[in-house]
T-cell receptor, first 110, second 116 residues
Framework: RKEVEQDPGPFNVPEGATVAFNCTYS??????FFWYRQDCRKEPKLLMS???SGNEDGRFTAQLNRASQYISLLIRDSKLSDSATYLC???????????FGKGTKLSVKP | DAGVTQSPTHLIKTRGQQVTLRCSPK?????VSWYQQALGQGPQFIFQ???????QRGNFPDRFSGHQFPNYSSELNVNALLLGDSALYLC???????????????FGPGTRLTVL
């Protein structure tokens, strides 16, 4: 089983749609969780950290389910500018090595 | 406030050559991590430097080595380049908190290495 697994997509959605990404991780001892966004040929940029209580930042909501070892990201009212690859990231024991999924590609169409 | 910077932005080398990539962390950050991102893959952790020492290492051969300087900047060296080393090399900066735990990591724009 891969350490972090994501559906690669692509997810093609119209503007204004709500889209959800899920991610599973294998190491139950993992302590920190993140979603990064990566535009084509650019560096990953931190979108949000994911907390056990769930957290929201504008149109973005992240959830963590430790029992099932999955993380989700919900994007409401999609914008054209949301088109990117979304990377699910796990940091085991808050040490140096972020473990990335392969990413889920989102394409928002007019 | 300057973010993470990396140089060069692009590099073309031939098999067997050696390469050095450079990174300067964000102001206030003391820790530098290096990642390799092949096309269509997520970044893979190479190693992390803190207090001028390698703090943790991923599953990469000894051909990959690094260094951190007193001003927290860092270098990644790759010897005996292989075609498979072609990738985007990303540097991420962070700070080690009082508990010795890693905070959020912020990435530089990367160096795109092509090995011919």
């Amino acid at each position: 089983r891969k350490e972090v697994e994501q559906d690669p997509g692509p997810f093609n959605v119209p503007e204004g749609a709500t889209v959800a990404f899920n991610c599973t991780y294998s190491n139950s001892a993992s302590q920190s969780f993140f979603w990064y966004r990566q535009d084509c040929r650019k560096e990953p940029k931190l979108l949000m950290s994911v907390y056990s209580s769930g957290n929201e930042d504008g149109r973005f909501t992240a959830q963590l389910n430790r029992a099932s070892q999955y993380i989700s990201l919900l994007i409401r009212d999609s914008k054209l500018s949301d088109s990117a690859t979304y990377l699910c990231v796990v940091n085991p024991r808050s040490q140096g090595n972020l473990i990335f999924g392969k990413g889920t590609k989102l394409s928002v169409k007019p | 406030d300057a973010g993470v910077t990396q140089s060069p932005t692009h590099l073309i080398k031939t098999r067997g050559q050696q390469v050095t990539l450079r990174c300067s962390p964000k102001s206030g950050h003391d820790t530098v991590s290096w990642y390799q991102q092949a096309l269509g893959q997520g970044p893979q952790f190479i190693f992390q430097y803190y207090e001028e020492e390698e703090r943790q290492r991923g599953n990469f051969p000894d051909r990959f080595s690094g260094h951190q300087f007193p001003n927290y900047s860092s270098e990644l060296n790759v010897n005996a380049l292989l075609l498979g080393d072609s990738a985007l090399y990303l540097c991420a900066s962070s700070s080690i908190g009082l508990a010795g735990l890693n905070n959020e990591q912020f990435f530089g724009p990367g160096t795109r290495l092509t090995v011919l």
